[in-house]
């Protein structure tokens, strides 16, 4: 194949990747944002009371719709989200009343460690069971590692993980139910997240 047509066709790859992860993502915003519609309760009294305001009166509940953006038809509120998510701006945590940019730059030290850990114990136990599948073509050690791989990938990540919480932390007192973003709790959440993709 000349280099100009497979630097084409790799180049509408990438492109076509692109297309799907933007689709993918609008869809998720639509679904989540419908889901939010229906929701019960009123965003502007979970965000004061967030700020310790617990019996808003009717003025501070109409300050707060406004400034969040709550008042209007949905559809116009969702397209002032989307422009504004397009720019980096996400708006008001409704659990915390702070900017969700912010909710999320805290949490990238402990998702760059998890993903750190999980790609790890990926790779590794890639390799190792590759290794033994390798070392024995078709014999029982072949065939055990072949049956744990379609276990894993046809088990969801959210059982394996209860599974492990209950076996390993509920029954047995072995590490700790809740992370603290630190490489010390980061094990069993990187194994679960590991095992299927492995």
């Given at each position: 194949?000349?280099?100009?047509?497979?630097?084409?066709?790799?180049?509408?790859?990438?492109?076509?990747?692109?297309?799907?992860?933007?689709?993918?993502?609008?869809?998720?915003?639509?679904?989540?944002?419908?889901?939010?519609?229906?929701?019960?309760?009123?965003?502007?009294?979970?965000?004061?009371?967030?700020?310790?305001?617990?019996?808003?009166?009717?003025?501070?509940?109409?300050?707060?719709?406004?400034?969040?953006?709550?008042?209007?038809?949905?559809?116009?509120?969702?397209?002032?989200?989307?422009?504004?998510?397009?720019?980096?701006?996400?708006?008001?945590?409704?659990?915390?009343?702070?900017?969700?940019?912010?909710?999320?730059?805290?949490?990238?030290?402990?998702?760059?460690?998890?993903?750190?850990?999980?790609?790890?114990?990926?790779?590794?136990?890639?390799?190792?069971?590759?290794?033994?599948?390798?070392?024995?073509?078709?014999?029982?050690?072949?065939?055990?590692?072949?049956?744990?791989?379609?276990i894993?990938?046809?088990?969801?990540?959210?059982?394996?993980?209860t599974?492990?919480?209950?076996?390993?932390?509920?029954?047995?007192?072995?590490?700790?139910?809740?992370?603290?973003?630190?490489?010390?709790?980061?094990?069993?959440?990187a194994?679960?997240?590991?095992?299927?993709?492995?």
């Amino acid at each position: 194949m000349p280099d100009g047509r497979r630097g084409g066709s790799t180049a509408r790859a990438v492109l076509t990747r692109i297309g799907q992860a933007v689709l993918t993502l609008w869809g998720a915003s639509v679904l989540v944002w419908s889901l939010l519609l229906l929701a019960p309760g009123d965003p502007a009294r979970a965000v004061l009371a967030a700020d310790d305001i617990t019996n808003p009166n009717p003025l501070q509940l109409r300050v707060e719709r406004a400034r969040l953006g709550l008042n209007g038809s949905p559809v116009p509120r969702y397209l002032h989200w989307l422009w504004g998510a397009v720019r980096g701006q996400f708006g008001t945590s409704w659990a915390t009343a702070q900017p969700v940019t912010h909710e999320l730059a805290i949490r990238v030290g402990a998702t760059l460690i998890l993903t750190a850990a999980a790609l790890a114990i990926t790779v590794t136990l890639a390799l190792a069971l590759a290794l033994v599948g390798a070392w024995s073509p078709g014999r029982w050690p072949d065939h055990v590692v072949r049956s744990l791989s379609l276990i894993f990938l046809a088990t969801p990540s959210f059982l394996v993980g209860t599974l492990i919480l209950d076996l390993l932390v509920v029954r047995w007192g072995h590490f700790r139910v809740i992370a603290d973003g630190s490489w010390d709790t980061v094990l069993l959440p990187a194994v679960t997240l590991s095992l299927g993709t492995a």
